[in-house]
């Protein structure tokens, strides 16, 4: 017994977080072009791609946030969540192709040319508000975030290995891996103004590209599973059984079955073994219930088939069943 709920039109929390986080991007990444022509640091190009890859990939993640929302029609029942890994996903990709494959492409090129960065003052101003700005759009991810794995009751790091809204996924590990990667260009031009050497420059490029493939390897790897379908988190699949074996009518539930719809959408099929006596009317009177109480527990639930079964082993005679026989 299942019934599509509509998606809600309002702005959701991760397209506000996508919108804050594209915004900043957008401004640091014409910051830091304007720092790198000062200054031709080479840690300061790839600064510079890394924020307008960014910029990019909120585009796409807004488009993933909007599209996914879609209602369900004729042609897809389920609705369009799963669209939504499909756009995060070749966001995820642009990271890769625009942000590491500059950066390091810059660096290689400032190891073989060794030629010397100018005046660093404007790019070490650049990198500190832009170290601000980043931090308080991974602040704004970072409270969503525990917002989020508290519905769920889960712990934060918890809900951030499993959790099923990748756009909010991306924006944190992007905030984040922009923060190291402004660490990573400080450090570089501090070493080559200290040394005289354009080396740390390159190298720093080069680190900042080899994180942005490390983040864009994760977030691939993470929409990928989800476009082909995954399952809640056991913990999730756990706290569902027992909400429907705790149903006095419900002797046990032998088979229980999840599977991603959208960013924190989930339908739940099951097979559950119902207290001897009950009429097809008591059976679908429970079911009703059976579905409030998951969604009340869990709101992101939107579908719930619930198929009656027997026990592997009859509890008349004590001879072996299959479910759903």
């Not at 097809?280 to 869990?298: G, K």
């Amino acid at each position: 017994m299942g019934r599509p709920r509509e998606a809600d039109p309002s702005p959701s929390a991760s397209t506000i977080t996508v919108a804050v986080a594209g915004l900043a991007n957008l401004g640091v990444a014409l910051a830091k072009i304007v720092g790198a022509l000062i200054s031709g640091s080479a840690a300061m190009v790839s600064e510079a791609a890394h924020s307008l890859a960014d910029t990019i990939t909120e585009v796409l993640l807004f488009i993933a946030i909007r599209r996914g929302r879609r209602p369900p029609d004729e042609a897809h029942p389920f609705g369009h969540g799963r669209e939504t890994y499909l756009w995060a996903l070749l966001a995820a990709l642009a990271t890769f192709a625009a942000g590491a494959g500059v950066s390091v492409f810059e660096g290689v090129s400032k190891l073989h040319g060794g030629a010397e960065t100018g005046d660093p003052l404007v790019s070490f101003i650049v990198l500190a508000a832009a170290f601000v700005i980043e931090a308080v759009s991974l602040l704004r991810g970072l409270a969503q975030l525990r917002g989020n794995a508290r519905r769920w009751n889960l712990r934060p790091l918890d809900y951030l290995r499993v959790m099923t809204d990748t756009p909010l996924k991306a924006v944190t590990f992007e905030d984040i891996a922009a923060l190291v990667g402004l660490v990573f260009a400080a450090t570089g031009l501090a070493l080559s103004q200290a040394t005289g050497s354009a080396t740390w420059d390159g190298v720093a490029s080069i680190l900042i590209g080899l994180l942005l493939a490390t983040t864009a390897f994760v977030l691939v790897r993470a929409n990928s599973e989800l476009l082909i379908g995954r399952t809640a988190p056991p913990e999730v699949n756990r706290l569902l059984r027992n909400e429907l074996e705790l149903l006095p009518e419900v002797l046990s539930v032998p088979v229980l079955l999840t599977t991603v719809l959208g960013p924190e959408r989930f339908m739940v099929a099951a097979k559950v073994e119902f207290a001897d006596g009950l009429t097809a009317d008591d059976i679908e009177q429970v079911a009703d219930e059976a579905e409030r109480r998951l969604v009340a527990v869990f709101p992101g639930i939107e579908m719930v088939f619930l198929d009656p079964t027997r026990s592997q082993v009859d509890r008349t005679t004590g001879s072996g069943t299959e479910p759903g026989r």
